[in-house]
């Protein structure tokens, strides 16, 4: 199975402050059909995880703007470019193209 | 509006068994792989089970393997987990998510103890 890593498994942020989460799979995440199937969920406190991103950098409706994603191959990261106090929680990346699909250990991010 | 309710969750003993059912709603669920992922407590996630629209392949986790079944009835919108010889390490809230990893249910809890 494809191992996915996240760094940090804790990430305090101040407010307004940029954040940055990676996620690095043990393969390359390209798929026969041309696509790379990596995708961001992010978990509030007592909520069901929520879709932020698909295919590396692909933002959901209704998801601001200041949320990125970026990489290739192996390696990938999610970027908050200032961060507001309804981002806390947990983040996961995910890997779908190598099957069984994947999860990363989750990133925790608080406010300082 | 787009969505997933599952229900079914509740208290077995170990080896017992439990079926989950997800009704999905605002999308068109017959042309829809459908999964299950599960949350320990206070542990992150681990995807279970999925399956084809058209039910014509099924995947499981290989902690699972032999003892759950992944289904679904397209008339009814509705995807089913059946878990049978639970172990108390099946202990988890289940989320029904839809083909693409969206949507994602509120969860069922599942608790196996004795």
């Known amino acids: 199975d494809v191992v996915m890593t996240q760094s940090p498994l804790s990430l305090p942020v101040t407010l307004g402050q940029p954040a940055s989460i990676s996620c690095r799979s043990s393969?390359?995440?390209?798929?026969?059909?041309?696509?790379?199937?990596l995708i961001w969920f992010h978990q509030r406190p007592g909520q069901s995880p929520r879709r932020l991103i698909y295919?590396?950098?692909n933002r959901d409706s209704g998801v601001p703007d200041r949320f990125s994603g970026s990489g290739s191959g192996t390696d990938f990261t999610l970027n908050i470019s200032r961060v507001e106090a309804e981002d806390v929680g947990v983040y996961y990346c995910?890997?779908?193209?190598?099957?069984?699909?994947?999860f990363g250990q989750g990133t925790k991010v608080e406010i300082k | 509006q787009v969505q997933v309710v599952e229900s079914g969750g509740g208290v077995v003993q170990p080896g017992g068994s439990l079926r989950l059912s997800c009704a999905a709603s605002?999308?068109?669920?017959?042309?829809?792989?459908m999964h299950w992922v599960r949350q320990a407590p206070g542990k992150g996630l681990e995807w279970v089970a999925s399956i084809r629209y058209d039910e014509t392949n099924k995947y499981y986790a290989d902690s699972v393997k032999g003892r759950f079944t992944i289904s679904r009835d397209n008339s009814k919108n509705t995807l089913y987990l059946q878990m049978n010889s639970l172990r108390h390490e099946d202990t988890a809230v289940y989320y029904c998510?839809?083909?693409?990893?969206?949507?994602w249910g509120q969860g069922t809890l599942v608790t196996v103890s004795s």
């Open positions: 995910m890997q779908g193209t190598h099957w069984p699909p994947t």
């Open positions: 295919k590396v950098s």
């Open positions: 393969q390359r995440l390209v798929h026969s059909d041309g696509n790379t199937y």
């Open positions: 605002g999308f068109t669920f017959n042309s829809s792989a």
């Open positions: 998510v839809g083909g693409s990893f969206d949507p």
